[in-house]
């Protein structure tokens, strides 16, 4: 995991190598010159920004698409841009990581359960994606403790479809929902609708004491809130 440096777009935030794809990662379908292979242009986009910001080699062949992102409606008409996030994992070959310090300022590796406990603790600021992708890692390693083989890891997520993540928000109470398919208010964006739950609920950022691990957070995580996620097979979390 990468700690994006504080004077970047969410500065002291926790974060896996990535970016946006550029024209030297286009793949095309087939040998002939076809239409644009969207998930393999991606792949190659993040071999390419993980070995750019960690000097870490990555074969796009080698990597395994786990889950989509798009953001909520209103948020593109705000803004008036979108997003399209794919997210990968691969193995690592060994390569030492080795930050720019620039746009990013630090780096360590750590187990998915750990990177959520210290989130937990105030030690780890993370973005919704990250925490639901760290998720999915912990859940691939099944339920038995000890060391993992990340050959069987990678096989269960290469057997499991990748996950899809069309946001819908709205507001309810003062907080922002978000809102995936499975949730019951999903389909009409109303998170008052009774049923399955599949969101994130904002709240204001609650200050963690001195000394518990977010002097590094940075100014934007530090005003960040917290989101807290509710799904109809699995306990509480909070995200930041």
């Not at 750019?52 to 953001?71: D, G, K, M, N």
């Not at 038995?144 to 069309?166: F, T």
Request: proline residues 7%.
């Amino acid at each position: 995991m990468l700690r994006k440096s504080k004077s970047m777009r969410y500065g002291g935030l926790w974060v896996f190598p990535g970016g946006k794809i550029e024209s030297e990662d286009e793949a095309l379908h087939g040998d002939d010159g076809g239409s644009v292979d969207i998930l393999a242009t991606a792949a190659r986009a993040a071999a390419r920004e993980a070995e750019e910001e960690t000097r870490v080699a990555v074969s796009p062949r080698r990597l395994t698409f786990i889950s989509h992102w798009v953001p909520p409606a209103g948020e593109i008409a705000a803004r008036g841009t979108s997003f399209s996030t794919f997210f990968f994992v691969g193995a690592h070959e060994g390569d030492e990581v080795r930050v720019d310090g620039a746009e990013i300022d630090t780096a360590m590796w750590l187990r998915p359960a750990e990177a959520l406990q210290r989130h937990a603790t105030g030690q780890l600021g993370l973005l919704p994606p990250t925490w639901m992708t760290l998720d999915t890692l912990e859940s691939a390693m099944g339920s038995k403790r000890g060391p993992s083989s990340v050959e069987r890891i990678l096989a269960a997520l290469k057997e499991a479809p990748p996950l899809q993540y069309a946001t819908r928000s709205a507001a309810e109470g003062g907080s922002t929902v978000f809102m995936w398919e499975g949730d019951a208010g999903w389909a009409s964006s109303d998170p008052t609708v009774p049923g399955p739950r599949m969101r994130l609920t904002s709240s204001p950022l609650r200050e963690t004491p001195p000394g518990q691990g977010n002097e590094d957070l940075g100014d934007l995580a530090r005003g960040a809130t917290i989101l807290t996620l509710k799904r109809s097979t699995a306990k509480t979390a909070s995200c930041l």
